[in-house]
Every structure is written in C-alpha cells, then in structure tokens.
Nanobody, 120 residues
C-alpha cells in the first residue's frame, strides 16, 4: 500500500508564507511525478504546481513567482513553498503523485488535503 501524508497548512495573514510538505510511504519503487492541487469552496480542483521526473517545474499562472515546488528524492517527499500569500490562495491543498510500486504497477495517489486560509 502507498499513502501520502500532508502537513503545513493553517491560517496566515496576507503577504505571509507557508511551507507544505507531503511524504509518501509504502511499497514504493519510484515516484514519477509530484504535483500540488488546490480546491477552493464551490470551485473545481486546479493544478498549482508540478515537478515531473525530468526535474522541470511548471506552475499555474496565478502562483508564478510566488510558489516553489521542490522534492527530496531519498525521502519520497515533496514541498510547496508559498510566499506573498493572497486571500484568493485560500483553499484545501492536495498532494498528488504518480508512483510505481515495487510490483512495477504505476498509479495516481492523493493526499488527504490540508487547508490553507489567508485572512487578516
């Protein structure tokens, strides 16, 4: 079994920063692609940032220059550094990963979500 566990969400004032973490555990052979999504109340779940096996990163236009996705391969962990936070960043943030298990079966996995609230 593979599980993703997220942490780091909370309440922050506009202009502040938060760092989200997501660690994968279980019968992991390789993490192919990491990504962060977010879902605001009443809205669809949207891609925030992605880091594939190539190492290249991609971001939603709304967070470019403010958010940074990174990973520690040896720890099977991905991070999302969020700076200059705005009220419109308020959402539940979800970690997502394409993972090949030790049985060489690749699947998409999701974390449970961690809420981020940006408010004064």
């Amino acid at each position: 079994q593979v599980q993703l566990v997220e942490s780091g969400g909370g309440l922050v004032q506009p202009g502040g920063s938060l760092r989200l973490s997501c660690a994968a555990s279980g019968s992991i052979f390789s993490v192919k692609t990491w990504a962060w999504y977010r879902q605001a109340p009443g809205k669809q779940r949207d891609l925030v940032a992605r880091i594939p096996s190539s190492g290249s990163t991609e971001y939603a236009n709304s967070v470019k220059g403010r958010f940074t996705i990174s990973k520690e391969h040896a720890k099977n962990t991905v991070y999302l550094q969020m700076n200059s936070l705005k009220p419109e960043d308020t959402a539940v943030y979800y970690c997502n990963a394409e993972i090949a298990t030790m049985a060489l079966i690749a699947n998409d996995y999701w974390g449970q979500g961690t809420p981020v609230t940006v408010s004064s």
